[in-house]
């Protein structure tokens, strides 16, 4: 967000747009930002709906595949995330940084602000029991992620070569979901 709105402010404008203070986008009205929320609750009621319907298949295809069973999880969470990646990317494509950035932040919170959180309420007013626990190779890769994070957000600057590393480490989640 420092790089977004302090230091690299002007790689995040659109393209043609004068570098300045009051270079924004006008504010949407009242009916367009309800508008806009109603049509992000069916958005969201529909990709629930659809991962709902589709993780008894998903299961099946990853059972007959041998896979762990965290890979399903992987592929739900995926198939949740699509619509928001794939906007980041048609932002990206359009050359707005900023609003790829931002549909890629606001996904991350979401997931880890509001999942964990709603998630773990509805286990204990439903009685269900929760576990949050992960494997010590996870955990592993919990902390590097967490000690790359730091080095790369401490200096206030960022190049490929850190978000390089931070893909290597997503990579070897992945691979290690699907070879334990």
Known sequence: MFVQTVRHRDYFLPVGAPPGEDTHAAPPTAVLAWASFGLLLVSLVAVVGLAKTLSPRIEAMVVQAGAPEAVIGIAIAMLVLLPETWAAIRAALANRLQTSLNLALGSALASIGLTIPV?????IWLGIPLVLGIEPKDLVLLVLTFVVSAI??????????QGAIHLVIFAAFLFLAFVP
């Open 152 to 161: 790369t957000l401490a200096s206030g600057r960022t190049h490929m070569m």
């Open 119 to 123: 998630v773990s309420l509805a286990a």
